[in-house]
């Protein structure tokens, strides 16, 4: 039982180069989520996953593109990378419910040139 | 709007003591869940305690408790006899439903420092 995993750990982009970021759960969550940690700012949701065959907009969506492939899997795709979006970037899910705990990845340590 | 304020950037507290961490939230929903995670330094994500809107009595784990005042709108945790291994960033985090779903909101973070 691995939980989320994600890959990569750490990558590093030039300015304009694609990536996707990948993420699956074993847990048989229906929800998952992106989430991008930079320094003092905590984590910012870009976007999430309420259940399979269904993405949302969170707080900071631009740049960025989803998609659930599936119930375990939930990827999330730069166009083209800016410095801005260097960061740590962390994948979670969750059941349905007010009361469900996330369960996070570990993360993945993204630098942008 | 910020919906999850975390006024103490860092805090110190002497090993054994108990320390406050601050969590204001603003909602319009009369039903949310409130949680708190910890990330030490390893940098994963580690939750602590939850807390439900309609729950009256204030949530425990362990030395975790969270002090609930619905009326002010506050979410405090409270680390009892604190310990080395206590020093991280510590996130408050809002859940809140929406058609089709629910999604989770988190505050900028403390950074909680333990001295010996």
């Known amino acids: 039982n691995a939980g989320v995993t994600q890959t990569p750990k750490f990558q590093v982009l030039k300015t304009g180069q694609s990536m996707t970021l990948q993420c699956a759960q074993d847990?048989?969550?229906?929800?998952m989520y992106w989430y991008r940690q930079d320094p003092g700012m905590g984590l910012r949701l870009i976007y999430y996953?309420?259940?399979?065959?269904?993405?949302d907009k969170g707080e900071v969506p631009n740049g960025y593109n989803v998609s659930r492939l599936n119930k375990r899997e939930f990827s999330l795709r730069l166009e083209s990378a800016a410095p801005s979006q260097t960061s740590v970037y962390f994948c979670?899910?969750?059941?349905?419910?007010?009361?469900?705990?996330?369960?996070f990845g570990p993360g993945t340590r993204l630098l942008v040139l | 709007a910020q919906k999850i304020t975390q006024t103490q950037p860092g805090m110190f507290v002497q090993e054994k003591e108990a320390v406050t961490l601050d969590c204001t939230y603003d909602?319009?929903?009369?039903?949310?869940?409130l949680f708190w995670y910890k990330q030490p330094s390893s940098g994963e994500m580690i939750f602590l305690i939850y807390?439900?809107?309609?729950?009256?009595q204030n949530a425990t784990e362990g030395r975790y408790s969270l002090n609930f005042q619905k009326a002010r709108k506050s979410a405090n945790l409270v680390i009892s006899a604190s310990q080395l291994g206590d020093s991280a960033m510590y996130f408050c985090?809002?859940?809140?439903?929406?058609?089709?779903?629910?999604?989770?909101?988190f505050g900028a973070g403390t950074r909680l420092f333990v001295k010996a």
């Open positions: 979670a899910s969750s059941e349905l419910g007010l009361g469900e705990t996330q369960y």
């Open positions: 847990m048989n969550h229906n929800s």
């Open positions: 996953s309420a259940s399979e065959g269904t993405t």
């Open positions: 909602t319009s929903d009369q039903s949310y869940g």
């Open positions: 807390q439900g809107s309609y729950d009256e």
């Open positions: 985090a809002m859940r809140e439903s929406y058609t089709g779903g629910f999604k989770t909101i």
